[in-house]
């Protein structure tokens, strides 16, 4: 998927990874209610960082939930972690509805960051 400034998905994640609290502060900017502070932000930002949330109590327990462990839903983190947990196949197989959802609309659904 490309929204119109031209950035797919995986461009998008790795901006967002690379400045946090500037994303953070716009987001909070764009839906009418800004931080009064930095520290907000940062709080923010820490509080739902994925070593925070992979730390929480409940994400360590064995619990099951849709046939997996709570916390088999945090891998690395990182871009492009995706492959060593999904086949082409699958992914293919993900992007079919999207690509069909977007079609005729303002966004270009494209996948190939290369």
């Given at each position: 998927m490309e929204?119109?400034?031209?950035?797919?998905?995986?461009?998008?994640?790795?901006?967002?990874?690379?400045d946090p609290k500037t994303h953070v502060k716009k987001l909070a900017e764009f839906l009418g209610c800004p931080f009064d502070n930095k520290e907000?932000?940062?709080?923010v930002v820490r509080s739902f960082s994925i070593e925070t949330l992979r730390n929480h109590d409940v994400n360590k327990s064995s619990n099951?939930?849709?046939?997996?462990?709570?916390?088999s839903?945090?891998?690395k983190g990182l871009v492009g972690d995706h492959t060593n947990y999904v086949t082409k196949d699958m992914i293919d197989r993900i992007d079919t509805s999207p690509r069909e959802k977007f079609q005729g609309s303002?966004?270009?659904?494209?996948?190939?960051t290369s």
């Open positions: 929204i119109q400034d031209g950035k797919s998905p995986p461009e998008v994640k790795k901006e967002l990874k690379s907000q932000v940062e709080e099951i939930v849709y046939k997996f462990p709570y916390g839903y945090f891998r303002i966004f270009k659904y494209d996948t190939d």
